[in-house]
């Protein structure tokens, strides 16, 4: 799938939470949304993402926004992933990359030479309205949650 542009209409969708519940996308309009994807729970820079995101938390709600986590991983990972480093925010089960796809966070990865599809790790931040107001694909687990923020304010 081609990548979101700002001013384009996220499409809407519907997931899994790592509580086990199902939400849609469209649930949060009235709030911004801050999507992002990463790779996998648990690895060093999906870490690095998320904890940066937990930390600044309370300025993303000051914005009146929310941050969902999506990864391929599934709830039992996300739940583990969640209650290690005290996540506050809601992770996303996208097992068979639907929502990554749909998004344009699926694509060719090379890592040591080898060439696979994956997670492209990226971040889209929504308005209260349902539109792009901010894309950040390839962001640097260490960037995502200053850019994001950055977006929220402008």
């Not at 969640?82 to 089960?93: A, D, H, I």
Request: contains cysteine; glycine residues 6%.
């Amino acid at each position: 799938m081609p990548q979101l542009q700002v001013g384009d209409l996220a499409p809407d969708f519907s997931a899994v939470t790592d509580e086990g519940k199902t939400v849609k996308l469209s649930d949060y309009r009235g709030q911004r949304v801050v999507l992002y994807f990463y790779p996998a729970d648990d690895t060093p820079g999906c870490t690095t993402q998320a904890c940066s995101f937990r930390d600044n938390y309370v300025d993303i709600q000051e914005q009146n926004a929310v941050v969902l986590g999506i990864s391929p991983d599934n709830q039992s990972s996300h739940q583990k992933f969640k209650t290690k480093y005290n996540l506050p925010f809601t992770l996303l089960v996208d097992e068979d990359h639907a929502i990554t796809d749909l998004y344009g966070a699926w694509g060719e990865k090379t890592n040591f030479g080898k060439t696979y599809m994956g997670v492209i790790r990226s971040h889209i931040v929504i308005d209260e309205n349902g539109k792009v107001i901010d894309t950040r694909y390839n962001v640097k687990a260490d960037a995502s949650m200053p850019q994001a923020l950055e977006a929220l304010k402008a």
